[in-house]
């Protein structure tokens, strides 16, 4: 990256669906980016639109919950993770 800081006017180019960074001589780097924020970086999604993407799916959710027996559900709830980056939800077998 030295040739960026070199440069009077440094101008690079991010390719983010390829994950390439290439420096105004032409060397290309690679860049890791989680699946998630690449797909909301290229819709332009927020974190409050990339919630209402899931809009159907948590509404589904709630009625299938709604239709539970409280004590089936609290019995449910209470294997999910309760601390955030404990893991997916789904490897709990949470709903």
Excluded: N
Aim: charged content about 25%; some cysteine; overall charge negative.
């Amino acid at each position: 990256m030295a040739e960026i800081s070199a440069s009077r006017q440094p101008e690079v180019a991010i390719d983010l669906p390829e994950q390439t960074i290439r420096s105004p001589a032409g060397t290309v780097m690679s860049f890791r980016i989680g699946s998630t924020h690449k797909q909301a970086l290229l819709e332009g999604l927020d974190e409050i639109a990339q919630t209402l993407s899931w809009l159907a799916d948590i509404e589904a959710w709630e009625r299938r919950e709604a239709e539970l027996e409280p004590s089936s559900r609290k019995a449910r709830m209470s294997a999910c993770p309760t601390e955030p980056g404990t893991g997916r939800i789904e490897d709990y077998g949470c709903p």
